[in-house]
């Protein structure tokens, strides 16, 4: 059993969350900006359908990526050097999110819902949560978005109207994760994808130390102005 959550209840310790399914640690309370900044701090992230309940998980091991581990293949190396794209950060938010909840070959529904939508756009609103965006031809065609705290970026997710688009957008978050004042991508769950990029998992406990340490770093919330403009060789 999970403990339902009431408004001013505060998070169990994420040691206490479900094996199976993995990382489930609580239900209840609500999507406000004070309870969201509440969550990341102790490492735990709401992820829900329409139909459900606000779920809130802390799976283990979880999926991060440190900046100086990215790894880019060749043939994304190649992509980045020969195609014509821009990056901006925050200039279309809700479009990246609205993107990101599109239906997806192969899956059906999609956790971020209006009720996401709407946090997590408070969430930006305050300066907490960015986008990364690809632009090509002067559309958006792939980004990503997720919540910054001191030095923590928590990544939620990511979408790509061309190939590699979305790829390109975190190659830039993180090669430009000093520029934006962080030192560690939390990725949440594993997948091939990520696991490419050179993202890995590591232990909750080892997870919640990090977080633990970089949350409380500076610098303060704000919005971010990176542009990022590249034209492939002639």
């Known amino acids: 059993m999970i403990p339902w959550l009431a408004a001013d ?4 310790d994420p040691a206490s969350a479900l094996l199976q399914p993995n990382g489930l640690l609580a239900a209840g309370a609500d999507l406000s900006v004070d309870r969201l900044l509440d969550a990341y701090r102790h490492g735990i992230f709401p992820w ?3 139909e459900e309940p606000i779920l809130w998980w802390s799976p283990d091991p979880r999926m ?8 880019v293949t060749r043939s ?14 925050d200039t279309a938010f809700r479009s990246v999110m609205r993107a990101c909840a599109a239906p ?4 059906s529904g999609t956790w971020i819902t209006n ?4 946090a997590y756009c408070h969430l930006h609103d305050a300066g907490w949560a960015h ?35 979305s790829k390109i957008a975190l190659v830039h978050l993180v090669r430009h994760a000093q520029d934006l004042g962080f030192d560690l991508v939390d990725c949440q769950m594993a997948t091939e994808h990520l696991a490419s990029l ?3 998992e590591i232990p909750r406990p080892e997870f919640s130390a990090c977080v633990t340490e970089l949350v409380h770093s500076m610098p303060s919330p704000g919005h971010w102005n990176l542009r990022v403009r590249h034209e492939a060789p002639a």
């Open 9 to 12: 209840d505060p998070f169990p």
């Open 48 to 50: 829900f359908s329409e």
């Open 64 to 71: 991060v990526l440190f900046p100086g581990e990215l790894r």
């Open 76 to 89: 994304l190396e190649k992509t980045l050097r020969n195609r014509d794209y821009e990056i901006r950060t």
């Open 104 to 107: 997806r070959e192969g899956a």
């Open 115 to 118: 009720q996401m939508v709407a």
């Open 131 to 165: 986008s990364v965006e690809t632009w090509i031809d002067g559309e958006l065609a792939g980004g990503l978005y997720g919540v910054k705290i001191g030095r923590m970026m928590f990544g939620e997710s990511m979408f790509t109207r061309v190939r590699d688009a």
């Open 198 to 200: 050179g993202a890995r």
